[in-house]
Structures are given as structure tokens and as C-alpha cells.
């Protein structure tokens, strides 16, 4: 797996997340839940991840719509 960026934006993770998965790429988030663990203040960023196949089409996505770093 191959991470594509890391984000506090959860509006950012959701819609990176959905453009990706309506081209067909799977993704995984990772991290999501730690804020529970640091009492939910937002310092640890989650992480999106996806396959190695799929990286450079889903940077190309990203890079497109501005939802790159």
C-alpha cells in the first residue's frame, strides 16, 4: 500500500475519498480513530492509503481536482 497524503481535514479524506472510489480505486484510511486516543483534538492526521497498482493513476486524480498536497 502506498500512502497518497495525510490530512486533520475530514472533508478533504471524504472527498479524495469518493473521487477515488467512483474511478474504480480502492482506498483505505488509516489513523481515523486515533483521535479518540489523544481526546479528540485533532493533532494526529489520518493517512489515505491505496494499492501500488493503482498510486499514479490515483496521484493523477488527486493532482486534477486540487486535492493534492
Known amino acids: 500500500m ?14 479524495a475519498t469518493s473521487l ?4 474504480g480505486i480502492v482506498t483505505f484510511q488509516m489513523d481515523q480513530h486515533m483521535s479518540v486516543l489523544e481526546g479528540s483534538i485533532g493533532v494526529l492526521p ?8 493503482d498510486e499514479f493513476t490515483a496521484r493523477a486524480i ?8
Open 2 to 15: 502506498k500512502e497518497l497524503f495525510r490530512s486533520n481535514d475530514p472533508v478533504r479524506m471524504s472527498a
Open 20 to 23: 477515488l472510489e467512483a474511478e
Open 62 to 69: 488527486l493532482r486534477d481536482t486540487g486535492l493534492d498536497d
Open 46 to 53: 489520518a493517512r489515505l492509503m491505496v494499492a501500488d497498482r
